[in-house]
């Protein structure tokens, strides 16, 4: 009852917000005719279908979160476009959330633009924002969200166009993804699209992924510490492209493997690494180059995270390398995840090794080889070397807010990413 009423405050609430603050600062005449029609139609349609008042709070909430964006948007046009673009895609989810899964989509879009909104408005007040929302979040109608600062997703295909990314993401009720940007098997490789990347942009904005919670994953061929010069030059040249595609996608950072020695030294390579960095952020505007740690196969450098840090310390602009941590590839290089207080030991010596403000994501995935194999073989989440526990742990740790926490799993019949997403979420104890 309280909660309807607080929905009914807050829906009459947003509509003057909406109507005589925002839009009219935004909109021309006409276009507030329009907004206003639509919204009638909207409201009508929504009434006739029987959804609570909370349930247009959260569409209310929805539709101003981008408008308050707008507001510090400092092209208006874009501010325009965004709140129109909002009102549309509100007025289509209501036309869905009859079905209950379209429903739970809704609230995870709300949730992620609720954690968009908080970054563009007060960047310095973060955390204090985010725990008033969780608290806010915690006595809606349908219960308690738990995970709400996670961001669970899995690398998912761009088979058929990028923005397919974000709609098989949605899809699988992820809050995160990561993708290829290009062929994996060839050197060359077609430009990026323009008209696609716009799609991708507007998919992204449309389902509440912000681009910190999406990691596209380098090129395996890519060898930025490989002493044959060719190669060299070949990896260097494709980061900076790499790096390039991300900015035209709208993209903070950008995942990779750092290098492999082969039959050089590590000290060598690593310098390697370091110069192709420093090249590629020469060439291109503010992405961040993320690391991942490696499991030690062969003569891969970063799977100790000092071989990491000896690489940070070499690039000229620390405030553009990350690191992504996977667990899979850890664990086989001997961080014992599957120890009881394994995570606590392992984030800690991260800690002291590299600092946890690099860390810009986690890949999930559970290991096939024994600890310190040094196999980089993925297993579905609790089915590995490294067990549910450990997962349990991650999920619940407060230093893993907030960042993409992406499965590379297998898959198997009836577990493969949606279900392990959900099972990863049923594990937040808040
Ligand atoms: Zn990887
Ligand atoms: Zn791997």
């Not at 964006?69 to 209501?94: I, K, M, N, Q, Y």
């Not at 007060?122 to 308690?144: F, H």
């Not at 060898?223 to 492209?241: I, T, Y």
């Not at 014992?336 to 392992?346: F, M, N, P, Q």
Request: aromatic share 8%; proline share 5%.
């Amino acid at each position: 009852m309280l909660s309807q009423l607080k929905g009914h405050c807050f829906f009459v609430g947003g509509f003057f917000f909406s109507f005589f603050l925002v839009f009219p600062v935004l909109c021309s005449p006409l276009e507030l005719s329009i907004l206003f029609l639509f919204n009638f139609i909207f409201d009508v349609s929504i009434d006739r279908v029987g959804l609570s008042s909370g349930f247009r709070c959260r569409c209310y909430v929805k539709l101003q979160t981008p408008s308050r964006a707008a507001g510090v948007d400092p092209d208006p046009l874009r501010g325009r476009a965004w709140s129109l673009l909002l009102h549309v895609s509100a007025t289509f989810e209501a036309g869905v959330s009859r079905n209950p899964a379209a429903r739970n989509e809704l609230k995870r879009t709300e949730s992620a633009a609720k954690v968009r909104s908080s970054r563009a408005m007060a960047p310095k007040q973060r955390g204090k924002k985010r725990s008033v929302e969780a608290d806010t979040d915690t006595d809606e109608p349908s219960g308690p969200r738990k995970g709400a600062n996670k961001f669970i997703g899995a690398h998912v295909s761009v088979a058929g166009g990028v923005w397919k990314a974000v709609e098989a993401s949605v899809a699988m009720g992820a809050r995160s993804f990561a993708l290829f940007l290009g062929s994996q098997r060839s050197w060359r490789r077609p430009a990026l699209d323009g008209a696609a990347a716009d799609k991708f942009r507007a998919a992204c904005r449309t389902h509440g992924f912000h681009p910190d919670h999406i990691v596209p994953h380098g090129s395996y061929l890519m060898n930025c510490g490989s002493p044959k010069e060719d190669v060299f030059e070949k990896s260097r040249a494709m980061l900076v492209d790499e790096l390039s595609r991300c900015c035209a996608l709208g993209l903070h950072q950008f995942n990779f493997h750092p290098g492999a020695a082969t039959g050089s030294s590590p000290a060598d390579c690593v310098e390697r690494i370091a110069q192709a960095i420093n090249h590629a952020h020469q060439q291109t505007p503010a992405v961040v180059t993320v690391l991942e740690n490696m499991s030690g196969q062969g003569s891969t450098v970063g799977g100790r995270f000092s071989e990491l840090r000896a690489i940070i310390d070499r690039v000229r602009d620390q405030a553009r390398v990350g690191v992504c941590l996977d667990t899979c590839h850890a664990f086989a290089a001997g961080y014992d995840l599957s120890a009881a207080g394994g995570v606590e030991a392992t984030l800690k010596e991260f800690d002291r090794e590299v600092g946890l403000r690099y860390l810009r994501a986690v890949h999930l995935n559970d290991s096939k080889g024994k600890l310190g194999c040094h196999l980089d073989r993925h297993e579905d989440i609790g089915r590995g070397e490294i067990g549910l526990d450990a997962f349990r742990d991650i999920v619940n740790d407060p230093r893993l807010d907030n960042i993409p926490l992406i499965l590379e799993t297998p898959g198997r019949p009836g577990f493969e990413y949606p279900e392990q997403i959900k099972l990863l979420y049923s594990l937040c104890e808040k």
